[in-house]
Nanobody, 127 residues
Framework: QVQLLESGGGLVQAGGSLKLSCAAS????????MGWFRQAPGKEREFVSA????????YYKDSVKGRFTISRDNAKNTVYLQMNSLESEDTAVYYC????????????????????WGQGTQVTVSS
């Protein structure tokens, strides 16, 4: 069983920045594709960003491209989401998730394909 623990959320003004971290347990972190999803009040959870197991490829929701950057440090079993130029529409609970197995590059935005999930961290952007 893999445990994922997010941190770094909080309250920030529009235009500000936050960096989320997700620390994973276990020794197989470097084999997992990793993703960030978010769920705003009254809305379904949605894909935000993903990174391949060795960090060679990254993917983003269109509305966060150029503002958010995903990265990972396999030596620390941690994936990050740097969020800049935050907007009120970015307010949500942010979840990290681990994708186990093949076909990540074809399915990185499909939450049902992720095996392990963190409990989430709240990001609130005030306008």
């Amino acid at each position: 069983q893999v445990q994922l623990l997010e941190s770094g959320g909080g309250l920030v003004q529009a235009g500000g920045s936050l960096k989320l971290s997700c620390a994973a347990s276990g020794r197989l972190f470097s084999t997992y594709g990793m993703g960030w999803f978010r769920q705003a009040p009254g809305k379904e959870r949605e894909f935000v960003s993903a990174v391949t197991s060795h960090g060679g490829s990254t993917y983003y929701k269109d509305s966060v491209k150029g503002r958010f950057t995903i990265s990972r440090d396999n030596a620390k079993n941690t994936v990050y989401l740097q969020m800049n130029s935050l907007e009120s529409e970015d307010t949500a609970v942010y979840y990290c998730a681990a994708f186990v197995g093949p076909l990540f590059i074809f399915s990185y935005d499909e939450e049902e394909r992720y095996t392990y999930w963190g409990q989430g961290t709240q990001v609130t952007v005030s306008s």
